[in-house]
Every structure is written in C-alpha cells, then in structure tokens.
C-alpha cells in the first residue's frame, strides 16, 4: 500500500484498519468498482487520493458516503453520544 498514505496514518491501529479494510474490500464480489479500486491501492498502483480524483471511482466513495450518513442517522441518540464522547476522547489523546 502507498506509504505516503500509511506515513499519514500515525497511529498503527488506524493504519492496520484502513489495510483490514481495503483487503476486505479487495476480495468483495459484491462491489466490483470497489473491489478494484481496492486492489489497485493495495497494489500500488493507485493511491486513494488519486482514487478520488477518478470519476469512475467517485460513485465508490459517494456510496460508501451516503452508506455511512444512513448508519450514523439510525443511530439510537444514546449510542451515537457515546460514539461523539468516545471520538473526543481520543482525539484528545
């Protein structure tokens, strides 16, 4: 994966995610325009930030977007108060 991306990622909880996630992308049938981009970041041949420069990858994030604006809103008011405290938190770390 790029290293200017991972150099970005301190922290190496976060780095080991955005990998975990990328390889669980990577291997999803379910989302073929992901899984490739996937497989192009993880590969090195492409970036992420260079991924959202492409309009063919842009429908990728504007998805996956909307995917997460939908979660959070579901959210029952308690658990994503807990989620904001539990963000402040660490980024007060």
């Given amino acids: 994966m790029d290293s200017r ?7 190496p909880v976060e780095q080991r995610l955005l990998r975990e996630a990328l390889e669980a992308r ?8 992901a899984r ?10 492409i970036t992420l930030y260079e991924a959202v ?7 990728v994030f ?4 909307a995917e997460q604006v939908r979660w959070w809103q579901d959210l029952p ?5 807990r989620l904001d405290d ?4 660490a980024d007060a770390e």
């Avoid at 990577?26 to 325009?33: C, M, S, T, V, Y």
């Avoid at 490739?36 to 041949?45: F, H, P």
């Avoid at 504007?62 to 977007?65: L, S, V």
């Fill in 86 to 89: 539990e963000g402040g938190e």
């Fill in 5 to 11: 991306l991972l150099g970005r990622l301190r922290d």
């Fill in 53 to 59: 420069g492409f309009s063919v990858y842009r429908e």
């Fill in 36 to 45: 490739d981009m996937a497989r192009g970041v993880l590969a090195g041949n």
């Fill in 26 to 33: 990577a291997r999803d049938d379910g989302d073929p325009l």
């Fill in 77 to 81: 008011d308690d658990e994503r108060g």
């Fill in 62 to 65: 504007a998805k996956r977007a």
